[in-house]
């Protein structure tokens, strides 16, 4: 039976697959966000990760630029 990843190894293996793809994934705050989401949906499910937890944006914290 298969662990899940935590947190900071599916961050890092999300990376990790975004460089060994032949496309260019742009990110920043002038790019569309649905590509990156849809990224993230893809690795998500193929790594059978839960689903983010119902308002899972209140717990996050975003470092300071």
């Known amino acids: 039976?298969?662990?899940e990843l935590s947190g900071s190894e599916a961050l890092y293996?999300?990376?990790?697959w975004l460089t060994t793809r032949k496309e260019?994934?742009?990110m920043g705050s002038k790019n569309n966000c649905a590509p990156i989401a849809d990224l993230v949906n893809k690795f998500c499910k193929t790594n059978?990760?839960?689903d983010p937890r119902?308002?899972?944006d209140k717990y996050l914290t975003h470092p300071k630029n």
Do not use: H, S
Not at 13 to 16: A, L, R, V
């Open 13 to 16: 293996g999300f990376c990790g």
């Open 1 to 3: 039976m298969k662990k």
């Open 48 to 50: 059978k990760l839960t």
């Open 54 to 56: 119902k308002n899972w």
């Open 24 to 26: 260019i994934t742009k």
